[in-house]
């Protein structure tokens, strides 16, 4: 690849990354949890949950754990694509 192809996919990769930021910049930050919680309750106004966290960590263990998680499917991934990737090469 040149510098040129190298500075575009850079350029393309900013974009598609503030693109969302520079559209919505006061969008409140919601996971897929609260979305599926807020379409049972509108949904089904009177359900009650039946099963109820046996620990419930704090924002800081949370990201920590979310974040090992991540890191463990990457390095995993990683190293199942390097495994096939010597294997074609022998």
Do not use: C
Request: no cysteine; hydrophobic share 45%; proline share 7%.
């Amino acid at each position: 690849m040149t510098a040129r192809s190298n500075a575009l996919l850079l350029g393309l990769a900013v974009l598609i990354v503030a693109a969302p930021l520079a559209l919505r910049p006061d969008a409140p930050f919601g996971g897929t949890d609260d979305a599926a919680s807020e379409a049972v309750a509108a949904s089904h106004p009177g359900y009650e949950k039946w099963t109820a966290p046996f620990w419930t960590p704090s924002k800081e263990v949370e990201s920590t754990l979310f974040a090992l998680q991540a890191a463990f499917g990457a390095g995993l991934l990683g190293y199942v694509l390097g495994r096939r990737h010597g294997r074609r090469d022998k």
